[in-house]
């Protein structure tokens, strides 16, 4: 059983600098915070970093507590934190670092800001009728897709578990802001979209 945690305010640089043979390294900061969310549930001994998969902006990141290392994993201890790794995350998180710093850093905030933009532009202009919504597409094959690193895994991994067994495609995307476009919708407003036929439910 996995137990995630508010992540915000952990940061991953990618493979900046390289420690040894770390797969992955935590600053001393990033390791006390850890230990700190980690007294706090009984029920989990080690810390999970993973790909979670990846579209037009990279690859996106999952921190996570666990009960314990699964088949497979990779193992390790690091500033007194077991931190475990699956096969498929490993060759693109060799060299990174978790890193834990105040206040929230840029690339979080603009992510969380522009969720918080869309939620607040909805509350201004509810009263002219206008919806305003986010779209948060699955992996879909495009030429910036295919500029990724591993990116071919990665389709074949999403290919794998997706339940409908294909990718998202720009067209249902595109059927997805045609359907909002109809004044009928108006009242769904202010949320996310996920447009992966639930990809990120089984992923």
């Given at each position: 059983m996995r137990r995630w945690?508010?992540?915000?305010?952990?940061?991953?640089?990618?493979?900046?600098?390289?420690?040894?043979?770390?797969?992955?390294?935590?600053?001393?900061?990033?390791?006390?915070?850890?230990?700190?969310?980690?007294?706090?549930d009984a029920d989990v001994s080690v810390l999970r970093v993973?790909?979670?998969?990846?579209?037009?902006?990279?690859f996106q990141y999952g921190l996570g507590f666990d009960r314990g290392a699964l088949e497979g994993d990779q193992a390790f201890e690091c500033e007194?934190?077991?931190?475990?790794?699956?096969?498929?995350?490993?060759?693109?998180?060799?060299?990174?670092?978790?890193?834990?710093?105040?206040?929230?850093?840029?690339?979080?905030?603009?992510?969380?800001?522009?969720?918080?933009?869309?939620?607040?532009?909805?509350?201004?202009?509810?009263?002219?009728k206008i919806a305003v919504n986010a779209i948060r597409a699955g992996v879909t094959d495009t030429p910036a897709l295919r500029k990724i690193p591993g990116n071919e895994q990665m389709i074949e991994r999403c290919l794998a578990i997706h339940p409908a067994g294909r990718l998202t495609t720009p067209e249902d995307v595109a059927s997805v802001l045609v359907a909002l476009s109809c004044p009928q919708t108006v009242w769904l407003s202010g949320n996310v979209l996920g447009v992966d036929g639930a990809e990120d439910v089984v992923g």
């Open positions: 945690y508010d992540g915000r305010a952990m940061e991953i640089q990618e493979r900046t600098q390289e420690h040894g043979d770390a797969l992955v390294s935590l600053t001393p900061a990033a390791a006390e915070k850890i230990r700190v969310l980690m007294a706090e993973a790909i979670e998969g990846g579209g037009c902006s990279g007194g934190v077991t931190v475990v790794v699956d096969p498929f995350s490993a060759p693109y998180l060799r060299g990174a670092t978790v890193d834990y710093l105040e206040p929230i850093q840029e690339y979080s905030a603009a992510k969380a800001a522009l969720e918080s933009h869309c939620r607040q532009l909805a509350v201004e202009l509810a009263p002219r």
